[in-house]
């Protein structure tokens, strides 16, 4: 009876209207969610055990049998990780018949991983990318225009599809010129934009120099933001920008923000998110199961995102939980004189230094004596560097005291060092933290 209902449930959910699905998600229990989960856990365990070539032979070689599993935890230190996708390829993990595919490069390997989908997989990422747009005050008669770049990416396909649900009217402009984009979209008055953050800021800085018009949100999907540029944004065209966070491996969305902008709440219907290993403060790396996807479905996938499973009640009523902000990919958090920095040391850091300031990034090398961190910084100001690095190491100070402590006992140096906006970024993601110490220490390989 009880099954019976929560199947119901589980069918509704993702049938109806965005509208309708809102209501239901809203009224529906906890243990509900949970119910499902683990019946969709089972589902796709199974799934993957009897079809997929990598995983038979991974639970074989472990002893693992999948019928007796009931909850990810119990499969112990098993896990599936980018570099399997790579080494395996993306056919040893297929369950069931592709219709299409989309490609993810990172920041640490330059050979892709491919993953494969379903249209029926991708109807439904649409239908529940459409309730989270709507919960965010997406409507009919709204113009929705997006700047994401659509060469082998998944964001621009489950838009596409999200917004056919919402029925508003789109377009698709690609990831052009924002100077460009700007001049083309104008006459259209677009009031919501997608865009990749670093993307809307340049296009923000264009808005602020050549006038706006009517906003009602701007959404930032495929990195990370700082919260000084979120802020120019927002100011720029008085309205909010909202994140998404996700993978192509997820095939889009894990999680959204809501109008209150304290993490993504999760998408817990379509994942089961876990942080098997976590810090004193509960940050850990992100690791999820798919539990919805029938041609290439992943048990335990370890998305290299340092975060924060937050299961107190947002603000704004939602009981779904939360994924804190990513803090890092784990790849760049190093451990050095500084400490174990990532990221958002240097983010806190660089907060309110170059108001807007487009990008940064942190290298870490051997100095004579010492760990030296250079942290590069565009500027578009008439700021000299020595003042701009008395300013950083104010905050240093003020903001981040254990790390000035290690400053103060000489552990490593600091140097800031400026140069001109779009210097540092010659692909679609800048990695932040760069530790130079090993390439130092190896023989130069010959090339
Ligand atoms: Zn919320």
């Given at each position: 009876m009880l099954t019976k209902a929560i199947e119901a449930i589980e069918r509704a959910l993702l049938q109806l209207e965005p509208h309708r699905s809102v209501k239901l998600i809203n009224s529906t229990p906890p243990w509900a969610v949970e119910r499902i989960q683990r019946a969709r856990f089972r589902r796709t365990l199974r799934l993957a055990a009897e079809r997929s070539p990598f995983y038979r032979l991974q639970f074989r070689r472990r002893n693992i049998d999948a019928a007796r599993i009931e909850h990810p935890s119990q499969l112990g230190d098993f896990y599936t990780t980018g570099e399997d996708l790579r080494a395996y390829g993306a056919h040893a993990f297929l369950t069931g018949r592709p219709d299409t595919a989309f490609e993810t490069t990172g920041t640490t390997s330059p050979i892709p991983k491919r993953v494969f989908f379903s249209n029926y997989e991708l109807e439904e990422m649409g239908r529940c990318s459409a309730v989270a747009l709507y919960r965010l005050g997406i409507r009919p008669q709204d113009r929705v225009f997006s700047a994401y770049d659509s060469s082998f990416w998944v964001s621009p396909v489950v838009l596409k599809m999200a917004v056919q649900f919402l029925k508003c009217f789109h377009v698709e402009a690609g990831k052009i010129q924002p100077l460009e984009f700007y001049q083309r979209a104008r006459p259209y008055q677009p009031n919501v934009i997608f865009g990749e953050p670093s993307w809307l800021l340049r296009l923000s800085e264009i808005a602020n120099q050549h006038g706006t018009w009517g906003t009602k949100f701007l959404f930032g999907g495929g990195e990370n933001m700082t919260e000084d540029a979120r802020e120019?944004?927002?100011?720029?065209?008085?309205?909010?920008?909202?994140?998404?966070?996700?993978?192509?491996?997820?095939?889009?969305?894990?999680?959204?923000?809501?109008?209150?902008?304290?993490?993504?709440?999760?998408?817990?219907?379509?994942?089961?998110?876990?942080?098997?290993?976590?810090?004193?403060?509960?940050?850990?790396?992100?690791?999820?199961?798919?539990?919805?996807?029938?041609?290439?479905?992943?048990?335990?996938?370890?998305?290299?995102?340092?975060?924060?499973?937050?299961?107190?009640?947002?603000?704004?009523?939602?009981?779904?939980?939360?994924?804190?902000?990513?803090?890092?990919?784990?790849?760049?958090?190093?451990?050095?004189?500084?400490?174990?920095?990532?990221p958002w040391v240097f983010a806190e850091i660089l907060r309110d230094v170059n108001g807007s300031a487009p990008d940064w990034q942190a290298i870490i090398r051997h100095g004579e004596q010492r760990d030296v961190i250079e942290l590069h910084l565009e500027t578009d100001s008439h700021a000299r560097a020595d003042e701009l690095e008395a300013i950083v190491l104010r905050h240093l100070r003020e903001r981040l005291?254990?790390?000035?402590?290690?400053?103060?006992?000489?552990?490593?140096?600091?140097?800031?060092?400026?140069?001109?906006?779009?210097t540092l970024r010659n692909g679609r993601k800048l990695r932040r933290v760069v530790d130079q110490r090993q390439m130092q220490a190896l023989p130069r390989k010959n090339s």
């Open positions: 120019f944004v927002e100011h720029v065209w008085s309205a909010p920008l909202y994140l998404s966070y996700g993978q192509t491996e997820s095939f889009g969305t894990l999680g959204v923000e809501c109008q209150l902008k304290e993490g993504y709440h999760r998408n817990d219907l379509f994942f089961f998110f876990e942080t098997p290993e976590v810090d004193t403060e509960g940050y850990g790396e992100l690791v999820y199961t798919t539990l919805a996807r029938e041609v290439m479905p992943l048990i335990r996938y370890r998305s290299s995102d340092l975060t924060k499973i937050v299961d107190e009640p947002c603000a704004c009523g939602f009981f779904v939980g939360r994924l804190a902000k990513i803090r890092a990919r784990c790849d760049e958090v190093v451990v050095c004189g500084m400490g174990n920095v990532g005291p254990d790390f000035w402590k290690n400053h103060e006992m000489k552990l490593y140096d600091l140097r800031l060092k400026t140069s001109p906006p779009g």
